[in-house]
């Protein structure tokens, strides 16, 4: 369960005034980047960004691009943690349940204070509607 959620950083940029009546909407990228354990909690360092353009072509030009990071705590049992931890050492991937609860609370929080920020800078908000899904990978072709 989240106990925690901080944003310790953001930014944001817009490459000219110009560009933004082109811009379309931001491609998000949300990355676990380290998972630490102290007894029952984890903390679990992320990366939020969304990246603007004036097209969805493969050549198209950069709008602008906000980035937001900081920490999520999570508190579970001794045993949780350390089964997570272990996971994470070997295959830097979360338990599905873990990671959805992450990553949706991220979407949320995120879009929230991203729209702020996109607001003062006239790009479009970050906005996730829908709740995030996660399977685990199956174990055809390993």
Known sequence: MITGFTISTVEGKIESVEALNKQRFPKLNINID???SDG???KVTYSFVADYFDSD?????????LKLGGSVEVSESKDTVSSIMKKW?????????IAEEIINGLNFRCSATGTLVAYALGL??????SATRIQEPSAVGK
């Open 34 to 36: 380290n998972v630490t």
């Open 40 to 42: 029952a909690k984890l």
């Open 57 to 65: 072509a493969k050549d198209a030009k950069s709008v602008g691009q």
């Open 89 to 97: 050492n070997e295959k830097k991937t979360l338990p599905v349940d």
């Open 124 to 129: 479009i908000p970050p906005l996730v509607i």
